[in-house]
């Protein structure tokens, strides 16, 4: 009965940090040429008018394996850019989306402030 303790104590360690360690592939599947045309909804904070959108997308390879036998795989994170102006107080945003199959929200909002006149004054030398 110890035995099994003890390696299950030496087991959970080094399954939690290999499926912690395993990246995410955000980035959309494949279609092929006679798939139907894909649609996703985005939503968009209340009072923002979108000025410019950016598609991005970074792949990586996963290579794994021991003893002699190695396995690869191509994943990747993309994201959606999207520039916006509040409507009324001219705040400017950066809204990040990714994994939009799956998510319609933002995974981060930017709002971009004034700094002082002196930050800006430096800034231009």
Not at 47 to 63: H, P, W
Not at 83 to 92: I, K, S
């Amino acid at each position: 009965m110890r035995y099994r303790a003890s390696l299950s104590l030496l087991l959970l360690p080094a399954l939690a940090s290999g499926v912690a360690c395993s990246p995410v592939n955000t980035v959309p599947e494949p279609v092929s040429p006679t798939a139907a045309i894909q649609h996703y909804d985005l939503e968009v904070p209340d009072g923002l008018e979108i000025r410019s959108v950016d598609f991005s997308a970074t792949t990586f390879s996963d290579v794994s394996g021991s003893g002699g036998a190695t396995s690869s795989s191509v994943g990747g994170r993309a994201f959606v850019k999207v520039y916006a102006v509040h409507r009324t107080t001219g705040e400017q945003f950066l809204l990040l989306y990714e994994d939009i199959a799956r998510r319609k929200r933002p995974v981060q909002v930017i709002r971009f402030l004034r700094g002082p006149d002196r930050v800006r004054a430096d800034s231009a030398r």
